[in-house]
């Protein structure tokens, strides 16, 4: 089927077939999908759709969060889409819907455009943003920051706080960093 998800309930231990165009006309989705408040959100060529669970329906979240499409380089911490585009660290309102500045992040070096490689992930409650520096035509620096978070109550606010950063590896300059991923063990 296309542009459909399997979904196993692990209460009833029973595969379901879900299937975006249940909203009533056939959507094109992209590979772009993140949960946030219990809720599976993916990416459609018109705006984004949140399926719940819980009542078992697609609700449309608008064209606000499309802005997820521009790039890989985005992750969830504590229910808060955050990303990352030529440099600039953004958040995702959801009551407002909208994309807002993150605040603060003093003493992290520019991350711009330029770099081959930007991901965001999730550490402990805190962000860690990689990036490669590529020395043409030698050799690529990884690097790394850890970044804690705060959302201040009276301005609505998210201010992130630079904690450490630092170069992690360096590589031959034909080896491609693919993806990011946290663990806990």
């Known amino acids: 089927m296309k542009n459909s998800f399997e979904v196993f309930d692990t209460e009833t231990r029973v595969w379901d ?63 808060v889409l955050y990303s990352v585009y030529e440099g600039v660290f953004k958040w995702y309102d959801t009551e407002t819907r909208t994309w807002r500045d993150l605040q603060g992040l003093v003493g992290l070096p520019k991350i711009t455009r330029h770099r081959e490689f930007i991901r965001l992930g999730y550490y402990g409650g805190k962000m860690v943003v990689f990036w490669v520096h590529v020395i043409w035509p030698y050799y690529k620096k990884i690097w790394c920051a850890e970044i804690s978070l705060e959302r201040r109550p009276d301005t609505s606010e998210i201010w992130g706080k630079v904690e450490w950063f630092d170069e992690l590896h360096k590589t031959k300059i034909f080896y491609h960093v693919e993806k990011v991923l946290s663990t806990t063990l």
């Not at 946030?36 to 060529?45: C, E, S, Y």
């Not at 949140?50 to 521009?70: E, F, H, N, S």
Request: net charge negative.
């Open 17 to 79: 077939s879900l299937s975006a165009s249940d909203q009533g006309e056939e959507m094109s989705i992209s590979k772009k999908t993140v949960s946030i408040d219990g809720k599976f959100h993916v990416v459609t060529d018109e705006e984004v759709l949140a399926y719940d669970p819980k009542q078992g329906k697609w609700d449309m979240v608008g064209r606000g969060m499309r802005g997820l499409t521009i790039s890989d380089d985005y992750c969830v911490i504590g229910n």
